[in-house]
């Protein structure tokens, strides 16, 4: 046990008659966790058995990198959060610890604490939700489908929602830039497929052919798929929603969050920003663990945007971004599934308009 730094408690707004108390708890690869436990101290002198407890969940990692992966989670919780709360956990802050906490060799520690997701080892149904007391017993899907249909927040300087996020958010430890822009194709063209080809020359060196592959992908493909007039919603213009951005089976699960009500099935480390409904399903079909019947209720709620029969190549499209992406990250073992993609794509619609 080690004593709650000041930083995180003014995030928690905790004051002089509550105790807390941090401990270690699970892991993560880019970072370190802890559980936080909080007294009242009122409570615990009354009760005699150490008073009602609260519970947090806390990352810390080193750097400015993660200071700004923190705040990018910390924004992507609370969007979804505001949109389907028993979805995720929500996030109460993030920062810099202070200098008592602080290593001689990591003098620059950031932090973003959370709701305590209390995951559970119980099955339940793909779809039809987790029952129980408390409990929303809304499934995955249909909490998803919520969250899909749900219009993203209209940012300063706009009248209509716009695509894109307020800060930077991190896909594994890649730093995706976020600027709005009013057209989807533009941004996923810019913000996503040129973007990540860049970060990842930077990581594993120059690649004339991949370069070019994504270059005309861009330059091309997206547009024919994506353009306004073309791809549209029901026949509307796309409508930008919040989506997790990074819902692959292992940022799922069931538990209970913060302690409060019953067994629910959420997600967590978000990706989030405002995009295309179906930009969601690009990483869920690379790893699957999504089956038929949760296809099925998620359709029902959101149904394939039109042209419904170039659906299942958007789908390819938008987990090109994901190939690229784990390419940086983890090496050319993944690089060869995104010259499959973009070969296929190119061989379909590269000499169409």
């Known amino acids: ?21 941090v401990s270690r708890h699970g ?15 009122a409570d615990a002198d009354a009760d005699g058995d150490g008073g009602q407890k609260k519970e947090f969940f806390m990352k810390t990692a080193s750097g400015l990198d993660a200071e700004i992966m923190f705040r990018g989670e910390h924004a992507s ?9 028993s979805l995720c956990p929500q996030s109460f802050g993030h920062g810099v610890l202070e200098k008592e906490q602080q290593s001689s060799s990591s003098p620059h520690t950031a932090f973003l604490v959370t ?12 779809s039809g939700g987790v029952k129980g007391h408390g409990s929303s017993g809304l499934s995955l899907a249909a909490k998803l489908g919520k969250l899909h ?15 894109g996020f307020p800060v930077p958010t991190c896909c594994g430890d890649t730093l995706q830039a976020n600027e709005y822009k009013e057209s989807w194709a533009d941004f996923f063209a810019n913000n996503r497929l040129r973007a990540i080809v860049r970060q990842y020359e930077r990581a594993q060196g120059k690649d004339a052919e991949l370069q070019s592959l994504v270059e005309n992908v861009a330059d091309t493909i997206v547009p024919r798929l994506l353009r306004d007039g073309h791809h ?15 819902l692959w089976s292992g ?38 663990g999504f089956n038929r019947e949760f296809e099925k209720e998620y359709h029902n709620i959101c149904p394939k945007m039109e042209p419904v029969e170039e659906y299942n190549d958007r789908i390819h499209l938008y987990e090109l971004y994901h190939h690229l992406n784990h390419a940086t990250i983890f090496g050319n073992s993944y690089r060869s599934g995104a010259v499959s993609i973009m070969r296929e794509l190119q061989q379909r619609y590269g000499n169409k308009k």
């Open 232 to 246: 549209s919603d029901n026949g509307k213009k796309i409508t930008p929603v919040v989506v997790h951005g990074d």
């Open 1 to 21: 046990m080690t004593q709650l730094n000041s930083a995180v408690a003014r995030a928690l707004s905790l004051g002089p008659d509550m105790a807390a108390s």
């Open 251 to 288: 940022n799922k699960g069931k538990g209970i969050i913060g302690g409060r009500g019953g067994l629910e099935e959420v997600v967590f480390d978000p990706s989030a920003f405002y995009a295309s409904r179906e930009y969601e399903w690009g990483i869920m079909k690379m790893f699957g």
């Open 115 to 126: 709701d305590y997701l209390e995951l559970g080892a119980r099955a339940a149904p793909a």
């Open 77 to 85: 919780l609370n969007a979804i959060h505001a949109v389907v709360p």
């Open 27 to 41: 892991g993560s690869g880019f970072s370190t966790t802890a559980k936080i436990t909080v007294t009242r101290l």
């Open 149 to 163: 249909t749900t219009p993203a927040p209209i940012p300063n300087g706009f009248t209509t929602p716009v695509f």
